[in-house]
């Protein structure tokens, strides 16, 4: 642990490490605690929001303070875990060109569909009591990785593809897109993230042997209804154990993934590094997708309010450190995201900056009078303004889809051109 001082905001400079603030983080735009100050937008927006800070000296030292993909921990037990590291460049989140993106994304669209169309098969086949073909779902999802890895933000922008009469297919997908660019993120092997797709889609294949009746009950479950719920981790190993295609860490996945770090999870209620760091990664692509997702009975929230409620729940159910890196994975501004510009124009956000966090690529499908766009401009937030100065764009605050009638999953079946 480094020395840790107080500052006055005045005192702030760029390749401070920044540890805490004099509020709430979640009352900032900083979802996380602990960054490096590496730009100067991040730097006047500090100063407009705090009037003062703590920062750590020694990490201040380096100008990347952030070692979280060489290793990642639980704040619970503070042994930390190493992750392999294979690639060297990392750059996907950010933006390669509107053309680029497009064609990355009707790449990303056509290894989605095979696999959407094998899974409706796979979990029909486990349904109707015959075998699983995971042989053919490994060989699709190691091509959806080598897909991910040329374009992450392409890749997530199409889990918008889901729709309410297909709920456990399109969340099985949105999972393993999900666990594939947060494995990206930390920079894990490649093997590695091949085992987190692998596991992430058969997650639920246990739910198969849950009565239909349950799973789409609208309103609460009984609790004898939710015990047969809290089966599915172990009928889905049960299912998979003897298949000599499934690996060891892809059926801890399965079986571990309702798990939580304070031994309030199922099936077994493990605490803290009982529970695998890979098994902890699907869970957390597990929850922000249900949360995020609109069912036949449930209406999905905004992907930033999911954001914040997971920060909350992290230090009892993912651990904060591994929960913090998931947020700096998906973004401040979470792809998919609908947002108001300060010029009243509406945005989705397309791809995260990475050198201008609060200022993404945003997709515009309302201009300033509310009138949509016929053929929707791409624009990068972070673009300074004609003169060189301050950028012309910038996000006034997230808004709610539903409240303005924007459909985001037809946007996005248009703009992939299904």
Known sequence: MGIMKKISISELRLGMYVTALDRPWLESPFPFQGFPVESHEQLVTLQKTCEYIFIDEEKGT????????????S??????VT?????T????????????FRQDMRKVLASRGKLHRHVQRLLSDVRFGRSADTREARILTLELVNVAMANPAATLWLTNLETKHDYTVSHCLNVCILSIVFGLHLELSSD?????ALGALLHDVGKMRTPVSILDKPGLLTEDEFDIIKKHPVDGFNILRKDKHVSEKCLE???LHHERISGQGYPFGLKDDEIPVHVRIVAI???????????????GIPPHTCLNMMFHWAPRDFGEDLMQEFIRCIGIYPIGSLVELNSNALGIVMSSNPASRLRPIVMLVRDAEGKPYGRRPLINLATPSARGGE???SIKRVVDSKEYGIDLGRIAEMEAGI
């Open 253 to 255: 996945i399965v079986q």
């Open 391 to 393: 950028p012309k764009w």
């Open 192 to 196: 590695s993230i091949g085992e987190l």
């Open 62 to 73: 380096a100008p990347n303070t952030s070692d979280y993909g060489r290793k990642t921990s």
């Open 89 to 100: 460049d990392l750059t996907g989140l950010g933006w390669r060109g509107r053309e680029s």
């Open 83 to 87: 992750l392999t590291m294979e690639r």
């Open 75 to 80: 704040r619970s037990s503070g042994r930390p």
């Open 285 to 299: 692509a597990d929850v922000y997708d249900d949360i995020t997702s609109s069912r036949v009975y449930h209406e």
